[in-house]
């Protein structure tokens, strides 16, 4: 199974601060297709996850343009640019390149 | 809008089966991927498997042949069966659509929190 290797685990932030969370794939997710199926999903206490990024880069419908992704191949990255305190949960990257589809351990966003 | 809600017992005995039904409105469930997925205390996640718009089923081999999803069309559900439940199996189960790419699930139920104990 392809691994997803998320850094930091623990994450703290100021409300207003930028932060940035990696993703990192034990395989190459870029698909014979050409897409890449890599997304980041938020779950914040005691809600169910919410897709947050689909395909790398694109924002879901609803999520603020604060949140944006990038990266390819094996090497991906979720930023925050202006932390506010409805970010706070825990974030997870998921591929769907490779099945079985796996996630990331989980990076938990909390303020300083 | 496109609703999940996952229903079942929060208890099962050790040896024993596991079913979830998930329940959706706003949307057929004979249009795109339907899933479960398990979030284990900590925060481990773990695709259990899917069913897709034609009643195919695609499953994690972590779970071999202890599972099985399953659907009504006529009610609009789907159901997941995990079978030679351990205290391992203890998660919170969620189910969820893929809407559209692969992995990408863009709605969720609320999740059902399972115990195994006996």
């Known amino acids: 199974d392809v691994v997803l290797t998320q850094t930091p685990p623990t994450l703290s932030a100021t409300i207003g601060q930028s932060v940035s969370i990696s993703c990192r794939s034990s395989q190459s997710l870029l698909h014979s297709n050409g897409n890449t199926y890599l997304h980041w999903l938020l779950q914040r206490p005691g809600q169910s996850p919410q897709l947050l990024i689909y395909l790398v880069s694109r924002l879901e419908s609803g999520v603020p343009n604060r949140f944006s992704g990038s990266g390819s191949g094996t090497d991906f990255t979720l930023k925050i640019s202006g932390v506010e305190a409805e970010d706070l949960g825990v974030y997870y990257c998921v591929q769907g390149t490779h099945a079985p589809n796996t996630f990331g351990a989980g990076t938990k966003l909390e303020l300083k | 809008e496109v609703q999940l809600q996952e229903s079942g017992p929060g208890l099962v005995k050790p040896s024993q089966s596991l079913s979830l039904t998930c329940s959706v409105t706003?949307?057929?469930?004979?249009?795109?991927?339907w899933g479960w997925i398990r979030k284990f205390p900590g925060n481990k996640m773990e695709w259990m498997g899917y069913i897709s718009y034609s009643g195919s089923t695609s499953y994690n081999p972590s779970l071999k042949s202890r599972i099985s999803i399953t659907r009504d069309t006529s009610k609009n559900q789907f159901f997941l069966q995990l079978n030679s439940v351990t205290t391992e199996d203890t998660a919170t189960y969620y189910c969820?659509?893929?809407?559209?790419?692969?992995?990408?699930?863009?709605?969720w139920g609320q999740g059902v929190m399972v115990t195994v104990s006996s």
């Open positions: 969820a659509r893929s809407g559209g790419f692969r992995g990408a699930l863009d709605y």
């Open positions: 706003g949307y057929s469930i004979t249009s795109n991927y």
